[in-house]
């Protein structure tokens, strides 16, 4: 299992990011959820969301579940790789009273989508799986799923709408068959929340350090899954197109203190 370190909290590794509109269309939504970046790129209005995702995944990656090595890390100090070019990045956003925070993040590595045909990491660390039948372009390989809050429910509730947000991606888009590579004690929190299987026994992978075991999903059953939740959501998003959805409202005391700061001083 990672070496977590319990004395990085999770309002530790959580971005703030400092005036970001995301919730100006919609002030009293709670979470805000949708497609930040394309191939490496932010979409337009993301930049600061974006560039504050891969300072995200080094905090949560680096200092506090030891998940990757300093080694690893691009130049700016920062966890972007080579993946980063060929995936669609989400990410969820919270409303919260010291601005907007970065609570989800993840990506889909596509195969394919950079225009050339290289390996999807679950090849490279598990090669006797495809050895005889390599991964078609547009396979693809879920990667950095990370949710984060101080709150387990609202923790749990966080990595469900990433699960949502990349199945409403899936169905809308041709995608092939889709994997992912994780640790032996994620795989039963998932098999009750998505439909997965396992395709290979846990194995060392120092990239990683640690064991990880690889798991291929069921995109049809998790729709259902998630379907069975929530009649609409994936509908919704969509229908959304990666553009920000809204869910929730925040707390009384937070909307009425906003109301304060808007009121103008008189003189």
Known sequence: MSRIDRSVSNAAVIPVIAGSPAFISEPEARLATGIIGVNGVALPGFEDVYRQHF???RRVYVEQTGQLDPSDLSDDGTDR?????RSVTFAVLENA???????GVARTIIKGADGEDRPLPVEEFCPELFADDPLDLGCVEVSRVIARHERVAMQE???WHLFALMSAYFSSHDVGRTFAIIEPWLERHLAGVL????????RYIEHYLDYNLPVEFDLAGSAARITERNATILRTLEAADGALEYFGRVSRAQRAAAVVDAVPESG
């Open 81 to 85: 790789d080579a993946d980063d070019a």
């Open 55 to 57: 300072e995200f995944r």
């Open 97 to 103: 009273p010291e601005g907007v925070r970065i609570v």
């Open 157 to 159: 509730l966080i990595q």
């Open 195 to 202: 439909a997965i299987s396992r395709i290979g026994e846990p």
